[in-house]
């Protein structure tokens, strides 16, 4: 049985206070989350004998390993003694096999591969302890690296040496305007380059419905037929909508638009201080229910193609669920990008779920009535520090460059709030007590239970997923009947999904593919990735069709202004007023 958690409003001012103090210097990670893991790791040690014999030959071993490389380098050649992990491409520049660099490189790869076998396998640390503490003792080894400092980097001093030091005065101007910019809330530079409306979210359409948590936008036909059948988008509350319709190249709206599809997608207001009461009951009720509702009335008769994005397909499972125990079929098929159903395995994020993290962040949001979008930003750069953290200071501070900005990065910058009561609800019921998979997420005063689903389902995963991973997407299989074309596609989590078949879009893609029929056998992910059809390219060359096939025959498209439930004095243009609010 579930434990019973605390009202939201028993959090005092005082902690408040402090918590809020704390955030900036913590990247909004509990401080007693991690303290807790790392008194579990240490007691555990202390009373294993073995553990410890283990640490200190592990660690002879390595010195001996360095020692021996040492020498056989200065003698003309050594095979390396400590290899970095497949993704790490900090050493992979000719310059660091150079001494004395190489011996520094291996220093520190042998020292981080010694933590990384110290922090796991000691008996008796629970799972989740274990995942933190390896985690936070990564982060302080990637910030202690050769490669983070002028001296110790051979490609920074050899650049350095031939710019005459002037890398180093164009990082510190980069860092001086971060850091503005950081003080003064502001948007990182270059982002003003991505106006939505103006640079951005440009496909035509209108909006046509709105409440004071949605706008519902639709766009105009680009084609003489149209599939009778509209495609709704769901698209997560955590960020502005407009991810999948970036720059017109980019853009997944305009995609379908362009192939005969009516699109229609929802715009989330971004919440202030009065709206700390609102529930996830509510963005179920006032978000998709009622875009749904509104598109009922815009298309009578016909059913609708339902995609949802991260957490708004996490949204539209739950909309369809309930809907299915009504024995509505209003939905033709349902179609999850990166979106999770079953959060007991959530990756690397769920370090940042326990107790202790989340009665933090309520905290926080007690007194201001939400959580912004910056306070989750830290947290989501240090799961991949390599590259969003320490990357960023090499090329830009060390080296004096400058990152171009994109559609995706500008959009990645544009962060929304999320209320108290919501976004605590979200955590700790889905999350954390994980009740949509075990059948306890109330909708109506009743469980929905996902095992009802009936509808065709296309879901897409991707391979460096640090969000969602691939493997817990995955879990759809045996959480519902349904027939599924799951698909994993390379790239992370935003990438991965916005990924243009056009050759200007993002190269060396590919994408495995593979389906279930409705009721068929379960196959174990590791299987289905052996078994799934390799295909290079984009996958959204394969859903496209998928819907088409799924899809009533074209009939003459309506242009917006001609739909008879509209009341034109009400029509506001794409991409509407809640993109803007800041």
């Known amino acids: 049985m579930k434990k019973n958690h605390r009202n939201l409003t028993q959090t005092s001012s005082s902690d408040a206070i402090v918590h809020q103090t704390l955030a900036p210097l913590t990247h909004g990670i509990a401080l007693a989350s991690i303290t807790g893991a790392y008194l579990d790791w240490l007691s555990h040690v202390i009373a294993s004998s073995d553990k410890q014999r283990e640490m200190s030959g592990s660690a002879a071993l390595n010195l001996a390993a360095w020692c021996r490389y040492v020498y056989g380098s200065a003698l003309g050649g050594c095979p390396l003694c400590t290899l970095p992990q497949p993704h790490d491409k900090r050493f992979a520049d000719p310059a660091w096999s150079g001494i004395p660099f190489n011996w520094s490189s291996q220093a520190f790869l042998s020292v981080e591969q010694w933590w990384r076998e110290a922090m796991t396998n000691v008996p008796g640390v629970s799972d989740h302890h274990e995942d933190v503490a ?71 359409g209108k909006v046509i419905y709105r409440n004071h948590l949605i706008e519902l936008i639709q766009y ?14 769901v698209p997560s509350w955590i960020m502005k909508y407009y991810i999948l319709d970036l720059s017109p190249q980019n853009s997944l709206v305009g995609y379908l638009v362009k192939r005969g599809h009516t699109v229609l997608m929802i715009s989330w207001s971004n919440p202030t201080r009065g709206d700390r009461n609102l529930s996830l009951n509510d963005y179920l009720e006032m978000g998709v229910l009622s875009a749904l509702q509104v598109i009922t009335k815009v298309v009578p008769d016909t059913r609708i193609h339902a995609v949802g994005y991260c957490l708004g397909g996490t949204l539209l499972a739950i909309a369809a669920a309930a809907l299915q125990r009504k024995q509505d079929d209003i939905l033709a098929s349902m179609t999850l990008l990166a979106s999770e159903l079953d959060f007991e395995e959530p990756g690397e994020l769920g370090l940042f779920i326990d107790e202790s993290q989340i009665a933090y962040l309520e905290s926080i949001m007690s007194s201001q009535g939400y959580l912004d979008g910056r306070q989750m930003a830290g947290a989501f750069a240090l799961i991949n520090s390599k590259d969003l953290v320490w990357s960023k200071l090499v090329h830009e501070y060390l080296m004096g460059a400058q990152t171009p900005m994109t559609d995706l990065r500008a959009w990645n910058a544009d962060a929304t709030r999320m209320p108290y009561r919501m976004h605590s609800e979200y955590l700790r019921k889905l999350y954390l007590d994980n009740d949509l998979a075990e059948g306890r997420f109330m909708v109506e005063g009743k469980p929905i239970a996902l095992k009802d689903l009936q509808l065709p389902v296309f879901s897409v995963s ?15 299989h045996w959480l519902t009947e349904c027939e599924i074309t799951f698909v994993l596609a390379s790239g992370g989590h935003n990438v991965g999904i916005v990924n243009p078949p056009q050759k200007n879009g993002y190269q ?67 991409p509407g007023s809640y993109v803007h609010i800041a």
């Open 134 to 204: 390896e985690f936070v003792t990564r982060q302080w080894l990637d910030m202690l690296s050769p490669s983070n400092f002028v001296a110790s980097n051979p490609e920074i001093l050899r650049y350095t040496i031939a710019t005459g030091g002037s890398n180093l005065v164009r990082g510190a101007i980069n860092w001086q305007q971060d850091a503005a910019d950081l003080l003064s809330q502001r948007k990182p530079r270059g982002t003003e380059a991505f106006v939505p409306g103006k640079d951005v979210a440009l496909t035509p």
């Open 462 to 476: 991707t391979e460096r997923d640090h969000v969602s991973p691939w493997r817990s997407v995955y879990k759809i």
């Open 508 to 574: 060396g893609s590919s994408f495995q593919i593979a389906r279930r029929a409705f009721g068929g056998e379960y196959i174990d992910p590791d299987s289905w990735l052996l078994a799934a059809e390799q295909r290079q390219g984009s996958w959204w060359t394969q859903w496209q069709p998928w819907l088409a096939k799924r899809s009533s025959k074209k009939v003459a498209a309506i242009p917006i202004s001609g739909n008879l439930a509209l009341t034109l004095a009400e029509l506001e243009d794409a």
């Open 220 to 233: 105009e036909p680009m084609t003489g037929e149209t599939y009778p059948e509209p495609i709704l988008i």
